[in-house]
């Protein structure tokens, strides 16, 4: 009985650490686990592993990029809020909450607009 008793502990054991590996990371621990230090509750801008800018302000409209003008990654570390992205083909995109996005598959981004909106709406 002892050893039956072991054994569903550890079975116990194994599936709690196999939840903890498939849950889903938080928005701050899901940036810092994709390589960029990029802390809530910020949106923030790579060129390579290189910061090259980050912003939090909830905007009405668009905010021209300058520095962080064709970065490479888009690290979006807020928990509600969506990073609307445009880009000078004239296409934009949303970075949903907790997600990093590889931008020159879409082209160069040169434009931000945080929404209250996980979907960039509004």
Known sequence: MTFQVRGIVAVAGAVAAAAVLLAPA??????????FDCGYPYVCFYVGEDGVGKFKDITSGWQTLTRSRGAEYVVNTRHDDGALLHF????????????????????TVDKLRITDSAQCRG
Request: proline share 7%.
């Open 88 to 107: 000078t083909n004239g296409r934009t995109t949303c970075v949903k909450p907790g997600a990093t996005l590889y931008a020159p598959s879409i082209g």
């Open 26 to 35: 938080s928005s701050a621990s899901a940036a810092t686990s994709s390589g």
